[in-house]
């Protein structure tokens, strides 16, 4: 995905008192949310009693960490209420208002160099679940912390903080970092801990600065010299740019950076440049199971994918009437029930060529939702975060959309930054594993990244 850039088309709604309010009322509903949980607990362990038959002394109501020694004493209790990352989610979800929820499912791609009235509106007046940063947006290392850290502090749920990372000619912090090698660099070396340690550094650096997610890695399979893909891919068959891509994915996880897989179903065949026009891959069912498909099956097997990214493709074996992003039969269709993903899925910017010469940014925005995306990137402005949120909200009133649909993906959106540690998660929860090993056993990871992996851990 590269910055097309756009226009203001849309005076801001409202001032200063009225974002401070919406900001007040939804720290009141996360706060009253984080009780309502740690009273559930405390409930739940009051029913324990001591060796003398009496109550048992009555603990505080706080919402430590997971990591701290609060919650190791959890562990060696009797009775442990054990609750799950879904059931956590659901609370916050019950004392979210529509507008709340809805303003998780947007990615807000930033305007100019500082926290504007523009940038502030998309964060505190629509409340986005997502910034999405370019090298236009950042001038400096510490003009870039400070940008990052002033939207952070304004969000009333923390920030998933985006940019597009992957080396090579799309690398947005080259400015900062200097030169980085390509995904095709990269997939020569044939090294997976080479591969690994790129995927670490790019991670870290990103860290630094404030960014906890990234728009890659490309896990296209590379079949034509494509004019959008060229220096982009690790590799011309699915082994290859599983392995390679793998080990990638787990050297950034393991520097606390969330990356997102693109561009599903795989634009490796692509002749069309996506941010212009829409490309046609016309491949058969079983091509594209053994070749597009394969690396998104290997990877998602790991456990380690959390999100996804399709984009602007048409694949007529798939779906012959709407591109990837916009059809269920490709997103909950074969994404979600037949690869068994159930991760946050982003599209590609709805402002592409492939999108909006036949819908609106409202209507795609609503067609993605339905079709099971979780979180729509394109809007750059308040005016527009706030019209796409209007044509949402009408689908629900129409029925086209349902509300239980906006809260599934609002689950996963807030899963998500529970297991990133952005977002308060009381204790005891069942166990969740470090993003960068979030498979049950190692025995499901690919062979390569499993001889790789304990090959690091020897």
């Known amino acids: 995905m590269r910055h097309l850039g756009g226009i203001w088309n849309r005076t801001q709604r409202a001032g200063q008192a009225s974002r401070e309010n919406s900001k007040s009322q939804a720290r009141q509903i996360i706060a009253r949310t984080l009780l309502f949980l740690g009273l559930l607990l405390l409930a739940a362990c009051g029913t324990q009693g001591n060796s003398g038959g009496s109550a048992a002394a009555p603990a505080t109501a706080a919402t430590p960490d997971t990591s701290t020694p609060v919650a190791a004493s959890w562990r060696n209790t009797r009775i442990r209420p054990m ?117 670490y550094k790019t991670g870290q650096d990103m860290a630094a600065l404030g960014f906890n997610a990234d728009f890659a890695p490309d896990v296209d399979v590379q079949l034509v010299a494509g004019p959008d893909q060229v220096t982009r891919t690790f590799g011309t068959t699915p082994q290859a740019v599983t392995t390679m891509a793998g080990a990638y994915m787990t050297g950034m996880q393991d520097a606390g950076v969330v990356v997102c897989l693109k561009h599903f179903p795989g634009l490796g065949a692509a002749t069309t440049d996506a941010h212009l026009g829409l490309p046609v891959i016309n491949r058969s069912r079983a091509q594209l199971e053994s070749v597009e498909l394969a690396p998104y099956r290997n990877l998602i097997a790991t456990g380690q994918v959390q999100m996804i990214m399709p984009t602007d493709v048409l694949m007529p074996a798939l779906d012959p009437n709407l591109p990837a992003e916009l059809s269920p039969a490709i997103i909950n269709g074969v994404l979600r029930q037949e ?108 062979p390569a990244l499993l001889q790789d992996r304990q090959n690091q851990a020897g």
């Open 83 to 199: 609750l799950s990352l879904s059931a956590v989610a659901q609370q916050y979800i019950a004392g979210m208002t529509l507008d709340q929820e809805l303003g998780q499912l947007f990615v807000a791609a930033f305007t100019d160099t500082d926290y504007n009235a523009n940038n502030a509106g998309m964060v505190e007046q629509e409340g986005a679940g997502a910034i999405l940063l370019y090298s236009s947006n950042m001038t400096s290392e510490d003009q870039t912390r400070q940008l990052i850290a002033t939207a952070q502090a304004h969000a009333t749920i923390p920030l998933l903080v985006l940019t597009d990372e992957e080396g090579g000619y799309v690398d947005r912090l080259q400015q900062f970092y200097g030169f980085r090698p390509s995904a095709t660099q990269i997939g020569a070396t044939n090294s997976p801990s080479y591969a690994r340690q790129q995927g």
């Open 339 to 446: 690869l068994g993903y159930n991760g946050v899925v982003v599209t590609d910017a709805l402002y592409m060529d492939g999108i909006i010469q036949k819908w609106s940014l409202g209507q795609a925005g609503v067609m993605a939702i339905e079709a099971g995306d979780d979180m729509l990137v394109g809007a750059f402005t308040t005016g527009q975060i706030s019209m796409m949120m209007d044509a949402l909200k009408a689908a629900i009133s129409n029925h086209q959309l349902s509300k239980e649909r906006i809260d599934e993906s609002v689950r996963r959106i807030l899963i998500l930054k529970m297991r990133m540690g952005i977002l308060k998660v009381p204790v005891p929860v069942h166990p969740v594993p470090p993003l960068g090993s979030m498979s049950p056993q190692m025995g499901s990871w690919p």
